[in-house]
């Protein structure tokens, strides 16, 4: 059985970690470098770094605070916000990321994601989707949305993780806006939609709010309450990304392993 990963996610906006609430309410959460060597040395399998201001502000990651933050972990470091263009991927990696996320970089011109696995390999090809539920004439579906959650693009989530994995994608980051900050857990239905729909690891992200969810969303995601797809079961997310729970102190990446075995997950140690 592989072992599934706890990722603490730090989202940086001028220079500070923030956490809001579907993408609002932004609040600070401390420092970031401060919070990777915390999270470094309680045993997070990996970290992830979003410039969650970059795309929306226009303007380039901040790789001074990668290279601060690179500094303080021996464990995988995913950064994501700002990446346009390859100059853009190499400057990240050489700052000490071990793999790049993009998201409205993607939706914008998804051949992108050709180049970035061409340059440096699928696995270092992380596609973040921030996906919000939305009513059309066919029901309950997810939209991808651009620019920090700000901009509904129209596309179809599921379809563009497909077409996304084609390109060169190596993992999903799943972001469901929905969920995000609420503590009300993750999006199970999305979450399953998308594993049983891609062949790569899928990360699921956004609703955290106690130990139990986090072990749910690891060990399955069975067809939820929505009715209309036929009820199966997806082996549960790769990996889930944390970050209200961490940050402001309710629990710990050792509780939260400690609790997920006694669940039945299988975790690194």
């Not at 060597?37 to 309680?42: I, K, L, T, V």
């Not at 970035?116 to 992380?126: I, K, L, P």
């Not at 900050?181 to 990360?203: K, S």
């Amino acid at each position: 059985m592989q072992a599934k990963r706890i990722i603490p996610c730090l989202d940086v906006d001028d220079g500070r970690v923030v956490k809001g609430v579907k993408f609002k309410g932004i609040q600070d959460a401390g420092d970031p470098a401060e919070l990777a060597r915390r999270y470094n040395e309680d045993g997070a399998d990996e970290l992830t770094f979003l410039d969650i201001g970059a795309s929306y502000k226009s303007r380039a990651t901040l790789l001074d605070v990668v290279r601060k933050v690179a500094a303080e972990v021996f464990i995988p470091l995913c950064v994501g916000g700002g990446i346009r263009v390859i100059d853009d991927m190499r400057d990240a990696m050489n700052a000490g990321a071990d793999k790049v996320s993009v998201c409205t970089s993607a939706l914008s011109r998804p051949e992108l994601l050709r180049e970035m696995a061409n340059a440096y390999g699928s696995q270092c090809v992380v596609l973040s989707i921030d996906a919000k539920r939305v009513e059309n004439a066919s029901g309950l579906c997810w939209h991808a949305f651009s620019h920090g959650g700000r901009t509904d693009t129209g596309i179809d989530a599921i379809e563009w993780a497909v077409r996304a994995v084609k390109l060169g994608a190596g993992e999903i980051l799943l972001n469901s806006i929905d969920a995000d900050g609420t503590g009300g857990g993750y999006d199970l239905e999305l979450t399953r939609r998308i594993l049983n729909a891609v062949p790569v690891p899928v990360i699921a992200s956004g609703g955290a709010g106690n130990l139990d969810q986090i072990a749910e969303v690891l060990l399955s995601t069975a067809s939820s309450e929505m009715g209309a797809v036929a009820p199966n079961e997806a082996p549960g997310a790769d990996a889930a990304l944390v970050a209200s729970l961490l940050h402001f102190g309710k629990t710990s990446i050792q509780e939260i392993k400690k609790h997920a075995e006694a669940k039945g997950v299988c975790v690194r140690w």
